[in-house]
């Protein structure tokens, strides 16, 4: 086996992370080609686990990049047409008021952040279910 020395291996580079969906459709090439690096959490609904019973897991996985160094941005997303915001229970007739049910649900993840994870600048997005900003939103 021949491994690299582990002198060798870069630092991490990211100062944000981004909790979002594990939708296998959903990319991360266009948040990163905006915004940069980022540590990647992935739970189903994304911000939505800031929500329900699994919060305390999601803070977790927040906070672990906040042990690696400095973390100065949180960044909060969801998408359209996500299957775990359904099987949560969610219900939207239209795509309007699909956005504003995410949007709420971002508004609430991020009050639970800004108490669990002081000191960071909270960002929230709401994207396509291929990972693109949504039009017209935010
Ligand atoms: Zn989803």
Redesign the pocket.
């Known amino acids: 086996l021949n491994l690299p020395d582990p002198g060798t291996w870069p630092p991490h580079a990211a100062r944000q992370v981004r909790l979002t ?3 296998d459709r ?1 990319s991360s090439a266009p948040f990163v080609a905006r915004h940069g690096p980022a540590y990647e959490v992935r739970l ?3 911000a939505l686990a800031l929500t329900d019973e699994r919060r305390d897991v999601a803070i977790r996985e927040i906070l672990v990049p906040k042990a690696l160094g400095p973390l100065e941005t949180v960044w909060l997303e ?2 359209l047409a ?4 359904d099987l949560a229970g969610y219900r939207f007739s239209a795509l309007e008021e699909e956005r504003q049910g995410l949007l709420a649900i971002l508004r609430r993840a991020e009050i639970v952040v800004r108490d669990a994870v002081p000191g960071v600048m909270i960002r929230t997005r709401l994207v396509t ?1 291929t990972g693109d900003d949504a039009p017209g939103v935010l």
Not at 82 to 85: D, E, H, I, L
């Open positions: 969906c594990i939708d959903l189903a609904g994304g969801m998408h996500c299957g775990a915001v279910p």
